[in-house]
């Protein structure tokens, strides 16, 4: 009898352990800690970017990030493409649960701050070619038009619908200066290779424990490690945007800071009418 009942005790507490957090509970968990580090580390150290600048280009990333995805975040839990489990959200806004909203705001925080231990700028002007411009837009758009095709299947609708959600901002990116971001491109990849692997690791671990689940109806059945591939692409893409918006921010305001007004002025009148500023 007695190690019976020890028994149920023991299956009870482990059953209390494998238990999925709450999303809230998730985010706490995997972002409170990386989060403190790295702006604890970015405020003291005095080869990091700090200051009203980049806290300023983190700001209308979060600002942008929250305004894109919401909709499109929406959409998706609507049409099935994931779901959460019992009890792991608290309130729901329109679709998506609070986490969901919170998520669009700590991530890049944690990204920025990690890119923050990495304060490079090439001293590059931002007369960027106009064919070098258009070829950034072509390739990001392209992005969308591939996405567009694989709506069209429900297996790869996920993906289809990341690639279409991705490509416009990836124009206007790659639009501004794609070249400068070749510059930067040993930086750039320390700064995305480590909060991406982070992304798809807590990512896993979340479908692991049933704190959200990636309908198979909807995916193409590609896993890396476990990891749905349409997952890892949407990391991935996600922290590409958060990191060349930053660099791109931080880039335009050191030629301000050179004298480059002339240029920046150009590039700007330019930009908004689409035709670039050299021949």
Do not use: C
């Given at each position: 009898m007695v190690e019976d009942s020890t028994g149920r005790i023991l299956a009870a507490h482990w059953g209390q352990l494998m238990a999925p957090l709450t999303y809230l509970e998730f985010l706490l968990v995997f972002f409170a800690p990386p989060i403190v580090l790295f702006g604890v580390l970015a405020a003291v150290r005095d080869q990091s970017w700090w200051g009203w600048r980049p806290v300023s280009g983190l700001a209308v990333i979060i600002g942008i990030a929250v305004v894109?995805?919401?909709?499109?975040?929406?959409?998706?839990?609507?049409?099935?493409?994931?779901?959460?489990?019992?009890g792991t959200t608290?309130?729901?806004?329109?679709?998506?649960?609070?986490?969901?909203?919170l998520f669009f705001v700590?991530?890049?925080?944690?990204?920025?701050?990690?890119?923050?231990?990495?304060?490079?700028?090439?001293?590059?002007?931002?007369?960027?070619?106009?064919?070098?411009?258009?070829?950034?837009?072509?390739?990001?758009?392209?992005?969308?038009?591939?996405?567009?095709?694989?709506?069209?299947?429900?297996?790869t609708f996920y993906l289809g619908a990341i690639l279409l959600w991705s490509g416009?901002?990836?124009?206007?990116?790659?639009?501004?200066?794609?070249p400068y971001l070749w510059e930067i491109r040993r930086t750039f990849a320390i700064a995305l290779a480590v909060p991406t692997l982070y992304y798809w690791a807590i990512d896993r671990f979340a479908i692991e424990t049933g704190?959200?689940?990636?309908?198979?109806a909807h995916t193409t059945g590609l896993a890396i490690l476990g990891l749905p591939i349409e997952e890892?692409?949407?990391?991935?893409?996600?922290?590409?945007f958060a990191i060349q918006g930053l660099v791109m921010?931080?880039?335009?305001?050191?030629?301000?800071?050179?004298?480059?007004?002339?240029?920046?002025?150009?590039?700007?009148?330019?930009?908004?009418?689409?035709?670039?500023?050299?021949?």
């Amino acid at each position: 009898m007695v190690e019976d009942s020890t028994g149920r005790i023991l299956a009870a507490h482990w059953g209390q352990l494998m238990a999925p957090l709450t999303y809230l509970e998730f985010l706490l968990v995997f972002f409170a800690p990386p989060i403190v580090l790295f702006g604890v580390l970015a405020a003291v150290r005095d080869q990091s970017w700090w200051g009203w600048r980049p806290v300023s280009g983190l700001a209308v990333i979060i600002g942008i990030a929250v305004v894109y995805t919401t909709p499109w975040d929406n959409l998706l839990i609507a049409a099935g493409v994931w779901t959460y489990g019992d009890g792991t959200t608290l309130v729901h806004f329109w679709e998506a649960p609070l986490g969901e909203y919170l998520f669009f705001v700590l991530q890049p925080v944690l990204t920025a701050l990690w890119l923050f231990q990495f304060p490079t700028i090439a001293d590059m002007s931002l007369g960027v070619k106009a064919r070098s411009r258009l070829t950034g837009v072509v390739a990001g758009l392209a992005v969308s038009a591939v996405g567009y095709l694989l709506l069209g299947t429900q297996s790869t609708f996920y993906l289809g619908a990341i690639l279409l959600w991705s490509g416009p901002i990836l124009a206007i990116q790659w639009g501004f200066g794609w070249p400068y971001l070749w510059e930067i491109r040993r930086t750039f990849a320390i700064a995305l290779a480590v909060p991406t692997l982070y992304y798809w690791a807590i990512d896993r671990f979340a479908i692991e424990t049933g704190i959200w689940t990636i309908s198979s109806a909807h995916t193409t059945g590609l896993a890396i490690l476990g990891l749905p591939i349409e997952e890892a692409v949407f990391f991935l893409m996600t922290n590409i945007f958060a990191i060349q918006g930053l660099v791109m921010y931080m880039w335009l305001f050191d030629r301000v800071d050179r004298g480059d007004l002339e240029a920046w002025t150009v590039a700007v009148r330019n930009w908004t009418a689409g035709t670039g500023i050299e021949g």
